[in-house]
């Protein structure tokens, strides 16, 4: 069981707007902004798109967002493309022996 | 380019041991804090181990406490995972990894699977 929460599976057509959510606890995604997301096409690495809850590194679309309101984190895609199809994850920082703590990822599909 | 390499893996019996390396190419390693990460077939990610830029911190997942140990060599640009009393469950995908301040998981290599088989 993962320590984050994420819904296994989320969808939308080209062109609309996906949210994805990533719960935790207080010890975690309540306890500080090291919140970040991955998305991982398959047989690929993973690869960052949002860190530190709402900042894109360079090279990642505007039309990746996040957000966090109290232990629960959110990824947005707005503007679904073919290519935004794949897995995505949700990580923070826990400390000591739950120093990276990861959501079970959630399968975006669009239709 | 900033590039993560691993090596090492493959098939091992159960109970057995391996060591999974990791060569880190177009930045100063020795800056930076670096992690291991695995995911098993069809699985999710999973957080194993961090260790810091000079190697005076580590922390490890309860699941490979006491049987793993990470290392680093900052004079070869180098990552290691030490893997002992291995277990089918620890049959996934390796991959390391490195911090860049508040991205924790910033950089990953293209891992390197473990299989855990008899």
């Known amino acids: 069981q993962s320590a984050l929460t994420q819904p296994p599976s989320a969808s939308g057509s080209p062109g609309q707007s996906v949210t994805i959510s990533c719960t935790g606890t207080?010890?975690?995604?309540?306890?500080?902004?090291?919140v970040s997301w991955y998305q991982q096409h398959p047989g690929k690495a993973p690869k960052v798109m949002i860190y530190?809850?709402?900042k894109r590194p360079s090279g990642v679309p505007e039309r990746f967002s996040g957000s966090k309101s109290g232990n629960t984190a959110s990824l947005t895609v707005s503007g679904l493309q073919a290519e935004d199809e794949a897995d995505y994850y949700c990580s923070s920082y826990g400390g000591g022996n739950n120093w990276g703590v990861f959501g079970g990822g959630t399968k975006l599909t669009v239709l | 380019e900033v590039r993560l390499l691993e090596s090492g893996g493959g098939l091992v019996q159960p109970g057995g041991s391996l060591r999974l390396s990791c060569t880190a190419s177009g930045f100063n390693f020795r800056n930076f804090d670096m992690n291991w990460v695995r995911q098993a077939p069809g699985k999710g990610l999973e957080w194993v181990s961090v260790i810091s830029n000079t190697g005076a911190i580590i922390h490890y997942s309860d699941s490979v406490e006491g049987r793993f140990t990470i290392s680093r060599d900052n004079s070869k640009d180098t990552l290691y995972l030490q893997m002992h009393s291995l277990r089918a469950e620890d049959t996934a995908v390796y991959y390391c990894?490195?911090?860049?301040?508040?991205?924790?998981?910033?950089?990953w290599g293209q891992g390197t699977m473990v299989t855990v088989s008899s």
């Open positions: 530190e809850v709402s």
């Open positions: 207080s010890s975690d995604i309540g306890a500080n902004n090291y």
């Open positions: 990894t490195k911090r860049e301040g508040s991205s924790l998981f910033d950089m």
